[in-house]
């Protein structure tokens, strides 16, 4: 599968924005999904993920109650809200899937087999 990230942008403290994941291949909907961050001259970092049922997410302590995470397996796409943005979310943010029914945690990115190119959202003070 590949995965292509859009969205980002440059906005304002307590702005939003909604990030996109679209995925080619008619099976994206077994696929487990997930983005990471990763701001200059930091590791990357994990954000939320989404499992293929649609079910259940999950959610970094950082993000959790701002951003959400979202399917529409029928448009190959996976979304990330993200509200309440803080100067701190600012990174290039990378949306990743996996196929596998177990492995690594999904909160890992050892998680995920296929990368997207990853969007730049930058929020301003």
């Known amino acids: 599968v590949q995965l292509q990230a859009f969205g980002g942008g440059l906005v304002q403290a307590g702005g939003s924005l909604r990030l996109s994941c679209a995925a080619s291949?008619?099976?994206?909907?077994?696929?487990?999904v997930g983005w990471f961050r990763q701001a200059p001259g930091k590791e990357r970092e994990f954000v939320a993920y989404i499992r293929r049922s649609g079910v259940n997410s999950y959610y970094s302590d950082r993000v959790k109650g701002r951003f959400t995470i979202s399917r529409d397996d029928a448009k190959n796409t996976v979304y990330l809200e993200m509200n309440s943005l803080k100067p701190e979310d600012t990174a290039v943010y990378y949306c990743?899937?996996?196929?596998?029914?177990?492995?690594?945690?999904?909160?890992?990115?050892?998680?995920?087999?296929?990368w997207g190119q990853g969007t730049l959202v930058t929020v301003s003070s």
């Open positions: 990743a899937a996996d196929v596998r029914a177990s492995g690594p945690s999904l909160a890992s990115a050892r998680g995920y087999e296929y």
């Open positions: 291949g008619r099976t994206f909907s077994s696929y487990n």
